[in-house]
């Protein structure tokens, strides 16, 4: 099982990417560098608690584990 400062620092790397990614889809969406990047970093926001918890949430299911 992971310790919860690796499953922290698994969604931080994460949503450092999702940021990029949703900055990028953002801007297309918008035309808007700033409303590009609200949008991203609204995302990852939310993003990154949803992981946290849905991590942590599955840590604790024994169910599939050998």
């Known amino acids: 099982m992971d310790s919860a400062k690796r499953?922290?620092?698994?969604?931080?790397?994460?949503?450092i990417t999702?940021?990029?990614?949703?900055g990028?889809?953002?801007?297309f969406m918008t035309g808007s560098i700033a409303q590009g990047l609200g949008l991203a970093l609204a995302n990852t926001a939310v993003g990154t608690v949803t992981y946290?918890?849905?991590e942590r949430f599955w840590a604790r299911v024994r169910w599939g584990r050998s």
Do not use: E, N, P, S
């Not at 499953?7 to 949503?15: D, M």
């Not at 990028?24 to 801007?27: A, L, T, Y």
């Open 52 to 54: 946290i918890l849905y």
């Open 24 to 27: 990028i889809v953002g801007f």
């Open 18 to 22: 999702g940021i990029f990614t949703m």
């Open 7 to 15: 499953t922290v620092l698994k969604a931080i790397i994460w949503q």
